[in-house]
């Protein structure tokens, strides 16, 4: 699923691109992507995009006449371009499409499960109802990041992917950050102490802030294509590259696996080279499950 960095990577080339401009015909083209029925789809047609915004994982087409588009690409969705005002749609992919004054948008899924979805509010109050509440890592002090690690009891990882708590992490990024601090994705919010928790700070804001400016440079002055906004990069540390040596100690990147997702770590630099139970294979191997470094790679 696209997270901060990937989601401001679209909306700065889409701000550039359709703000000022006129909607000159949108139209939907699976009927299971748009989620609202007031007021209709037709009523974005002939408005001008005011603005392109962030709101978590969402990217928000605010048009004139207080009216927004919120976008939600969920795991697969992904967002194309064309200068091209009469551009043909890339096939049976796509989900919606945006005729604009200066070119064409492209709202497309890749494969079966279709989450991608379309919302159209109308005024600011139906849009906040969709904000989460989360904290933006960026632009929060020490003390209001602290405050939100503790306010409830969960381990790191759940902590900062929860959108409650913290506005636009998901499972690539939190990991990337929790391997920054040498963190265990397991360890208690509330039993941090405050240099854990400044220490936590810093690499969230690091490893964000860095990532936001490294996709801002790949994509200037060009739209983003579907394959540049991923959840599995080559430069991560540890996200996607289980089995792959960490880049900071050389030790073989572990998991843990559960429902559609997994959780990568460096047991050297963030467990004390344990080796955290995977809810799958720690059940079937029972005594055999590697507790550390040393006896995985016996």
Known sequence: MPELPDVLAYVGAL???????RVIRARVRSPFVLRTVDPPFSEVDGRVVLDVRRLGKRIVLALEGELFVLIHLMIAGRLRWSDNADAAAPGKITLAIFQLERGTLFLTEAGTKKRASLHVLRGASALAQHDAGGLDVL???????GDRLRCEHHTLKRALCDPRLFDGIGNAYSDEILHAAGMSPLQQTQRLSDVEIARLYAAARGTLGRWVETLRRQVEGRFPGPSEITAFREDFAVHGRFGRPCPVCGSPVQRIRYAENETNYCPACQTGGRILADRSLSRLLRGDWPRTVEELER
């Open 139 to 145: 632009e929060a002090s020490l003390a209001a990041f």
């Open 15 to 21: 701000r550039a691109r359709a703000v000022g401009g």
